[in-house]
């Protein structure tokens, strides 16, 4: 069912892993809700410090994964997540920021990319989408945190741009992997959403959102994201996406949209080997 991601189990954590055609490049992860210390409504692996959550707790979890993975939790390395498109490189003097505490990560960053081995990009979910950017020639990767403001204001699109000004990579050779997020069997918006879609999409629009009535409309953010990644220069075949909806998925997914904001967050951790 998911493709390029495959769900493993160590002890009583269950995480998803991207088998990357590439291997041996980078390491992709996308954890559950599963196997952690979290009390309800966080139960169990709540990986975010910034949802009301005990800042012990979330620090336990996040040290079983690291341990799990064999990622030391030092390289966590995140940014302050605000639903916007800005992209920030990621160097070695970035390394770690927020992985301890959300006061010290990366401001006001919703995309991340480095070349840096010892680094561990990270962001963290619950609805919106993970996408994670591989330009496997270059050994270079980014994360990108996309909700509906994201991918309206095209981020995944302007991080492809970022990688190819900062890296110098060509578009061609980048694959994208679109992770376990809200699906559009569940995700109704209203107008103010659509309009801010045809600002930037146009007409294109019609090809992920499909009205259900006056006003109410289905909104497919797997592939208005895929669209913009093809217009940023990917080719169609090098997009992969996972087809898992957090919010029908609730053994194993927190949903901010089925739990009514009061819910944990699950972690993309992606690292270069």
């Known amino acids: 069912m998911a493709g390029v991601f495959q769900l493993k189990r160590k002890g009583a954590l269950e995480y998803f892993e991207i088998e990357f055609p590439h291997p041996g490049i980078a390491r992709g992860i996308f954890t559950t809700r599963k196997g952690g210390v979290s009390s309800p409504p966080f139960?169990?692996?709540?990986?975010a410090l910034h949802v009301g959550d005990e800042k012990e707790k979330v620090l336990f979890n996040r040290k079983m994964v690291s341990e799990a993975?064999?990622?030391?939790?030092?390289?966590?390395?995140?940014?302050?997540?605000v639903h916007g498109d800005k992209v920030v490189v990621v160097t070695k003097e970035h390394r770690g920021r927020g992985g301890h505490d959300l006061k010290d990560a990366i401001p006001g960053t919703d995309a991340l990319i480095t070349g840096e081995r010892d680094v561990a990009l990270t962001a963290y979910f619950a609805d919106c989408v993970p996408i994670y950017i591989l330009c496997p020639q270059d050994r270079k990767i980014g994360i990108v945190h996309a909700g509906w403001k994201g991918t309206a204001l095209g981020i995944a699109g302007k991080t492809v741009k970022t990688m190819k000004e900062a890296f110098g990579i060509k578009e061609r050779d980048c694959m994208a992997f679109i992770g376990p997020s809200i699906g559009p069997c569940c995700y109704t918006v209203g107008e103010n959403v659509f309009m801010q879609f045809s600002h930037r999409f146009g007409k294109s629009r019609d090809g992920f959102f499909k009205e259900l009535f006056q006003g109410q409309w289905s909104l497919d953010l797997w592939s208005a994201n895929k669209l913009d990644l093809i217009s940023s220069g990917l080719k169609p075949q090098n997009i992969f996406i996972s087809g898992l909806c957090t919010c029908c998925c609730g053994d194993l997914f927190f949903s901010y949209r089925r739990e009514k904001g009061n819910t944990g967050r699950m972690a993309a951790v992606f690292k270069l080997v």
Not at 43 to 47: K, P, Y
Request: charged share 20%; glycine share 12%.
């Open 69 to 81: 993975l064999d990622i030391p939790l030092g390289d966590f390395t995140s940014g302050e997540q």
């Open 43 to 47: 139960d169990s692996l709540n990986m």
